[in-house]
């Protein structure tokens, strides 16, 4: 039995095994030489590990105007190098036409990758990644020796705790475990916040972030001592706010 099987206990009828041919991304994504070199340099073989639809699970399906939530499939993915994933990981959510949970692996570490998706405004046939919901991802994990906080994941992704009123709240839980997780581990030790409030914290953060990035990058191109202290002071606010965001998480 596999980590994956062992870990989320999903019935034995959804266990799918279905090794994923990386040809096969390359042409039916379209994928340019750049990305295929991509996958090549860093992925070892990807599985279909798990496929839910309403015949290996009781759970309806849910369309609007934008979704097809109709089934869900669960990815593993063992890996020879870490770099590009957001870039392995987009290329794949957008590729397969429903609602999907990666798993990369490597060296006994594990990283969950999620996003909703959308129909491609312009050309219905197509998918978008969410706007507002998109891709997400935890941190690497240790799979085999899991603490608190990853075991509350672990049991949060099972079956039993998803909802299974429709294919999108199903998924929605799936993500919002990992928003929940995320809040968890920048905290330290379990948020008590809901998701929506998680993600709006964090989506700050990343963008304090990001400035921190552009000024860090500005000092060093800066020849002006009084313009440096300027950005460094601007830089240890951004951190204090990024401090205080967390204790709130």
């Not at 219905?124 to 690497?140: A, P, Q, R, Y």
Request: charged fraction near 30%.
């Amino acid at each position: 039995m596999t980590w994956i099987q062992q870990t989320l206990k999903y019935p034995e009828k959804c266990y799918f095994n279905q090794k994923l041919p990386k040809k096969q991304v390359y042409e039916n994504a379209g994928l340019n030489t750049r990305d295929k070199n991509i996958f090549t340099k860093n992925v070892e073989e990807m599985t279909l590990a798990f496929y839910l639809n309403t015949e290996t699970l009781n759970i309806p399906p849910y369309t609007d105007q934008t979704r097809r939530y109709t089934e869900i499939a669960i990815f593993e993915i063992q890996l020879r190098e870490t770099t590009k994933l957001n870039r392995i990981a987009d290329i794949i959510l957008r590729f397969v036409p429903y609602p999907i949970l990666i798993i990369f692996e490597i060296n006994e570490y594990v990283k969950f990758y999620a996003s909703h998706i959308r129909e491609h405004g312009s050309d219905s046939s197509k998918i978008t990644l969410d706007e507002e919901n998109g891709m997400i991802h935890t941190d690497w994990i240790k799979a085999r020796k899991p603490d608190t906080i990853t075991q509350k994941l672990i049991q949060d992704l099972q079956l039993e705790n998803l909802n299974n009123m429709n294919f999108y709240e199903f998924y929605k839980d799936i993500y919002n475990a990992i928003i929940v997780y995320n809040g968890s581990r920048l905290k330290g030790e379990q948020t008590l916040l809901s998701p929506k409030e998680i993600k709006k914290r964090l989506d700050v953060i990343r963008k304090l972030k990001y400035e921190i990035l552009v000024d860090k990058k500005q000092i060093s191109e800066e020849t002006n001592f009084n313009e440096q202290v300027k950005l460094n002071m601007k830089i240890k606010e951004l951190n204090d706010k990024i401090e205080e965001i967390i204790n709130e998480l």
